[in-house]
């Protein structure tokens, strides 16, 4: 057998140190929640004093541990909720809404479901955009929010739900009115229309529902529709009649009356009556007409025989 110089042997010894070292470091750096087998009560007491010291991220790994390490425990179902919970304060919405969800599919009858569904809805909640930007999660929110008041709406969260279901319609609807107002200034009227029409149709209890209906008294007027232009106007006098839009739209329904009318006339028309004027008694329906006054009868002329001198 060859024998090594005592310098070979010391080579070849920290050659082969070098692959032991690096894997001691590559341990080193793995996260904290690397699978340790512990008992089920001392995982969720650390998850639990992780969470109270404000590290929500790492508090909803463990959590996640415990499930991990004892998917049929009494605690794993809670586990679950904790994380799903420790994601959304971390503001990892993603995770909580994945965490929630596995929540639900597992356990869809447990008390706690409806604070779970609760937590998906909160989550998208929290990343609505502003009207500006892309809607799909606020959509989302809205659909999350409607279920939870469809499926629990007994609880106690159905109550905040419904409230934060109106402020999302609310933002819904100012989207339309963003977008719609951008097709207007562009002169894309019939555009326009259908985004002023789906605040009108969709969502009327929205602050934006007086603003669409005196937007699409415009974009009538501009397309040549008097008639559409005036009922909707009267349906904004109707339902909002001491707001500003209702008498805006009434400025530009007698001015653009007026500018009709003038042009009529300079074209050679018979000069407009007094009743064709907004406010005059013949543009009411279901107003009678006042009566014409009646005629005083003639008074008859006397008899020829009845004159002095004529002949009986």
């Known amino acids: 057998m060859l024998k090594l110089s005592r310098s070979a042997a010391l080579l070849i010894a920290c050659a082969c140190a070098v692959p032991l070292a690096g894997c001691a470091t590559g341990r080193g750096n793995k996260s904290d929640t690397a699978y340790v087998a512990k ?13 109270d010291s404000g ?15 004892h998917p049929y425990s009494v605690w794993a179902r809670r586990a679950q909720l904790m994380s799903a919970f420790n994601y959304y304060l971390a503001q990892k919405y993603t995770e909580s809404i994945s965490s929630a969800q596995r929540f639900l599919t597992i356990h869809p009858g447990n008390a706690e479901a409806a604070y779970a569904q609760y937590l998906v809805a909160m989550s998208y909640y929290q990343q609505v955009p502003d009207v500006t930007r892309d809607q799909s999660s606020t959509q989302q929110a809205s659909d999350a929010f409607g279920e939870l008041i469809r499926r629990y709406p007994n609880s106690r969260y159905a109550t905040d739900a419904r409230l934060k279901l109106d402020l999302i319609k609310d933002h819904l609807a100012g989207k339309e009115m963003e977008v719609g107002r951008f097709y207007e200034r562009s002169a894309q009227w019939l555009a326009a229309t259908y985004r002023f029409r789906t605040v009108v149709d969709n969502y009327q209890t929205s602050s934006h529902a007086p603003e669409a209906l005196e937007r699409l008294v415009e974009c009538y007027v501009a397309l040549g529709l008097p008639d559409e232009a005036l009922k909707t106007a009267a349906v904004l006098g109707r339902n909002y009649p001491d707001t500003f839009w209702y008498r805006q739209s009434l400025r530009l329904l007698i001015k653009e009356r007026h ?9 050679g028309a018979d000069s407009p009556s007094a009743s064709s004027y907004p406010g005059s008694a013949s543009n009411y329906p279901g107003k009678a007409k006042p009566a014409a006054t009646p005629k005083a009868p003639k008074p008859a002329g006397p008899k020829s025989n009845s004159y002095p001198g004529n002949k009986d």
Do not use: H
């Open 39 to 51: 008992d089920v009560s001392s995982l969720y007491s650390a998850a639990k004093r992780t969470m």
């Open 55 to 69: 590290d929500y991220a790492l508090a909803a790994k463990l959590f996640d541990e415990v499930e991990r390490q």
């Open 259 to 267: 500018a009709t009318q003038g042009a009529q006339y300079a074209a």
